[in-house]
């Protein structure tokens, strides 16, 4: 009886076996010799720099996304016929004007910091 079952395994038909995996005994060879001089790993330390750029780059790549998303929206929704004028200004004092803040102090503080380096 084999482990599978009396019938075999669902990728081997029934009756066949297969050969032997060949064992390859790596504890009585030797391993070859280095043809050249051995090279240490450099350390280098760790510098945070490039991470924090690609995420401040990516926070104001999404807050500029926003902006834009926000204008085309409220000139697709007027355009289109969806909202009045008055609609869209009325959610535009809420959503807008507080993006806008956002954006402003993402882009003040970034290229605040880089001014003091």
Known sequence: MTPEGELGSATEP???TRPAPRVRDLTTEEP??????LQLPVKVP???APL?????AATMGGLAVL?????????AAVFGHWATVQ???S???L???PLIGLAGTALGFYFGERRGQ
Do not use: K, Q, S, W
Request: charged fraction near 20%; include cysteine.
């Open 52 to 56: 924090r750029e690609n995420v401040r």
């Open 14 to 16: 029934a009756g066949e």
């Open 46 to 48: 760790y510098d945070p």
């Open 91 to 93: 959610l535009m004092n």
């Open 87 to 89: 609609d869209i200004d």
């Open 32 to 37: 070859a010799a280095p043809t050249g001089p």
């Open 67 to 75: 902006l834009l998303l926000c204008i085309v929206g409220a000139y």
């Open 95 to 97: 959503t807008f004007v």
